[in-house]
């Protein structure tokens, strides 16, 4: 038995190593295109051609790869075929393609995928079982996601979490932890560029404060559901009207340039680091959060890559610095809670993200991080950005669970 776990810790490490070395590599690339793009302008008009390569990349090479974090999550419930290779580069190129052209989308998604694809291919060179394979999956997801964000103990919760909703597994948290540190600390030995948010400062804790994170966590929790629905929404209007696969991001591409130039300001395209620290220091406009609801929706909705987490981020932070004008609480505080519940709740991940904004932003705000994300994790609904999540057990039924507890 201890043989066995001993060969799971050092499988673990490999796949920190791989997911944190695809993770640098990604990071490094994907700064070098943003900056390419913000000096070149006129690239933007070109989303609609990144878009047809996107679209016949996936089509012609890897349909069953177009599930993205979904195929993941599939093969973790019901293990069947060893995710495809190819499935780590096509997301990378699929979202440098994204960012470089100007879609609005993420980066911590197209981590995720990389590490689990890397992960599984360990599968083939050694001989493992079912729950090994299982494990190694978590692993890999949690460790792309820790290196991505720079948030190690976050990025093992999170591939325990993500799996399914209602019940936190803990059979590979040992696995998680080694993965996500070793993917960490590769990270940053390979010098990635990790984007620095905040600070929140002091804190000082008071029962209307709590009461106002409740209220702020409500918000956020209705953020990220009216954003699900709207992503949701585009996703079957271009199933309803464009047939062919290659032509759905071909077509969200011309709304998108559309629709930048028609808001005019071009601060919603790409990642948009500069306006979430922008958030931590004065109050946002309530337009801000809404831009880049449709802008990402209509981004990956209609087949572009590179994931939610920083639009969500952005939503987060930008609705809480909104929230600053009207709740007792610093702006740089509620744009911390807002940056990790909206994600969290949008993700069905609440402990991974209450633990994320504690290592980025500081463990003195703990309190108030688990308060907001539980709220918004429970207000948000069930519907997820991430498809083949479990529903171990409704929100509903958490919640009686908790209270008859009491």
Not at 40 to 64: D, K, N, Q, T
Not at 245 to 256: I, M, R, S
Not at 298 to 327: C, D, H, N, Q, Y
Request: glycine share 12%; aromatic share 12%; charged share 10%.
């Amino acid at each position: 038995m201890m043989g066995l776990q001993f060969k799971r810790l050092i499988l673990s490490a490999c796949v920190g190593v791989m997911a944190g070395a695809a993770a640098a590599v990604f990071l490094i690339t994907l700064n070098a295109a943003t900056l390419w793009r913000e000096s070149h302008p006129w690239l933007i008009w070109l989303l609609p051609l990144g878009g047809a390569v996107i679209g016949f990349g996936y089509y012609r090479y890897g349909r069953e790869s177009e599930k993205g974090t979904g195929l993941i999550l599939e093969q973790i419930h019901d293990p069947s075929n060893i995710l495809p290779l190819r499935m780590a580069p096509m997301v990378l190129l699929g979202t440098l393609l994204t960012h470089l052209f100007g879609g609005s989308a993420g980066r911590e998604g197209t981590a995720v995928q990389m590490g689990a694809t890397l992960a599984d291919q360990l599968n083939r060179l050694v001989k493992t079982t079912a729950d090994d394979r299982k494990a190694l999956l978590i692993a890999g997801a949690g460790a792309g996601f820790s290196a991505a964000i720079g948030a190690p103990l976050a990025g093992a919760l999170f591939g325990l979490e993500v799996i399914q909703v209602g019940r936190l597994r803990l059979f590979a948290l040992a696995e998680c932890l080694v993965a996500s540190f070793v993917a960490f600390y590769v990270c940053r030995i390979l010098g990635a560029p990790h984007s620095v948010f905040g600070p929140v400062g002091d804190v000082s804790y008071s029962a209307l404060g709590f009461v106002a994170v409740f209220g702020a966590g409500l918000v956020f929790g209705l953020a990220a559901n009216v954003f699900m629905c709207f992503t949701h929404f585009i996703e079957l209007l271009q199933k309803k009207f464009v047939k062919h696969p290659v032509l759905k991001p071909v077509v969200g591409g011309v709304l998108l340039v559309g629709l930048y130039h028609l808001e005019g300001s071009f601060r919603f395209v790409g990642l948009g680091i500069s306006e979430i620290q922008s958030y931590f220091a004065s109050a946002a406009s309530l337009a801000d959060p809404v831009y880049k609801t449709i802008f990402t929706g209509l981004t990956v909705g209609s087949g572009f890559k590179g994931g939610e987490f920083i639009p969500l981020v952005f939503i987060g932070s930008g609705l809480g610095s909104a929230l600053s004008v009207v709740l007792p609480l610093s702006v740089a505080m509620l744009s911390a809670l807002g940056f990790a519940a909206v994600f969290g709740a949008a993700a069905n991940t609440p402990l991974a993200c209450a633990v994320m904004a504690c290592e980025i932003f500081g463990w003195n705000i703990a309190p108030y991080a688990f308060l907001a994300c539980v709220v918004a994790y429970f207000v948000s609904g069930h519907l997820g950005i991430y498809k083949n999540q479990k529903i171990v057990r409704s929100k509903r039924d958490q919640l009686l669970w908790v209270f008859r507890r009491k």
